[in-house]
């Protein structure tokens, strides 16, 4: 997936942090407290378990020295809520039981309150690990920052964390309460579809409606405003078409009754630059909510994680608020600046918490 990595030193207390998504598998190696590699791999868990499989031996293949004996495994998890699974609390247990197989003895998961569990307890524990990874990362920023927004917008969905006082201040602590506060938002910069960000949207000087259909994404908006990496844009795009220039145009133009042909590409990026409006202005909200129920000052700090990191600086810009880069709030002076070990570590950032909240406990 990325550059290869040196071999790791034999002697060193390795911790690899793991966060399983319905969507992707990221994972963290700390050395002795210091991040030393970040990787994603794609899994459609809804596919099946043999995804989960592949993403581990991929990340195997990549780190043969922390399968030994001495390195310890740390997880968390969203993937329990994908339809392969009856319920949450089968695929807490589900999950846990194939990490455990595949990593071995030195396996912990977290839950969100109690902290880590043995994997064989997770099922009497599911409430408190199920789609706990926003808690593992808030939990590791919080005596860092002391207070802060933590504001993670991944592919998918969006976390806005309040921290206070170098604790995690979230008044919802599952899915359900917390996208009844605001603190999850369902959407994200690239398998979210357009339809879900609102029903009307500028275009060639007036609002139309959008048809509510399957037709484009918001990996279509941000791959036309040139702000999404490439190297996460791996999801098949709505028609399983090109993610070329043509193919995007022609994806944001079914959404509103056209074809791209009938406009140029000025009107096209015009359309993508609404969209992306009315994607921050629905964050916007979100974030605003948070923070007033926290009590948080005008002047606490946006940190900003996963790989629509790109939003949370404008975001931050627009409301006078400093902006953190979550990797740089987790640097270690004893290891030179990486820009593209940064950049994966702003990605995967709940599996870089998993990682160095285990090294903390041993």
């Known amino acids: 997936m990325r550059r290869p990595m040196s071999r790791l030193p034999d002697r060193a207390r390795r911790h690899v ?3 399983i998504g319905g969507a992707h598998v990221k994972a963290c190696v700390v050395e002795d407290g210091v991040v030393r590699d970040v990787a994603q791999w794609p899994c459609p868990l809804w596919k099946g378990l043999a995804c989960l499989d592949a993403a581990l031996a991929g990340a195997r293949q990549r780190w043969p020295e922390a399968w030994d004996a001495t390195t310890r495994h740390a997880a968390t998890m969203t993937g329990e ?8 609390e089968e695929g807490v247990a589900s999950l846990a039981a194939r990490l455990a197989e595949a990593l071995g003895p030195a396996l912990s998961i977290y839950a969100a309150g109690p902290g880590f569990t043995a994997p064989h307890e997770a099922r009497r524990h599911w409430r408190a690990i199920a789609s706990a990874n926003w808690h593992a990362t808030a939990a590791m920023l919080a005596p860092r920052v002391g207070d802060a927004l933590l504001l993670d917008i991944g592919s998918t969905t969006t976390d806005a964390i309040a921290l206070r006082a170098g604790r995690v201040a979230a008044r919802g602590m599952n899915d359900a309460e917390r996208l009844a506060t605001g603190e999850l938002v369902y959407q994200g910069v690239v398998r979210t579809p357009l339809c879900a ?4 949207v500028p275009f060639d000087g007036r609002p139309v409606n959008v048809m509510n259909e399957f037709f484009a994404t918001s990996a279509d908006v941000y791959r036309l405003t040139g702000e999404l990496d490439p190297i996460h844009d791996q999801d098949a795009s709505a028609d399983n078409g090109s993610k070329s220039l043509a193919g995007t145009h022609q994806r944001l133009a079914r959404m509103i009754g056209r074809d791209a042909r009938d406009h140029g590409a000025t009107q096209w990026f015009a359309l993508a630059q609404a ?18 129920a926290a009590g948080l000052l005008d002047d606490a700090p946006l940190v900003g994680a996963g790989c629509g990191a790109f939003l949370v600086a404008d975001i931050a810009g627009r409301a006078g608020r400093p902006f953190l880069r ?5 640097s270690d002076s004893r290891a030179p600046v990486d820009a593209t070990l940064a950049g994966w570590t702003d990605v995967c950032a709940p599996a870089v918490a998993i990682a160095l909240l285990a090294f903390a406990e041993t």
């Open 326 to 330: 979550f990797a740089d709030v987790v």
């Open 275 to 292: 969209w992306r409006r009315v994607q921050v202005a629905e964050i916007e909200g979100q974030l605003a909510r948070v923070a007033t």
């Open 17 to 19: 942090g793991w966060d």
């Open 197 to 200: 960000l609102g029903a009307r």
């Open 81 to 88: 809520m994908v339809d392969l699974f009856a319920d949450r």
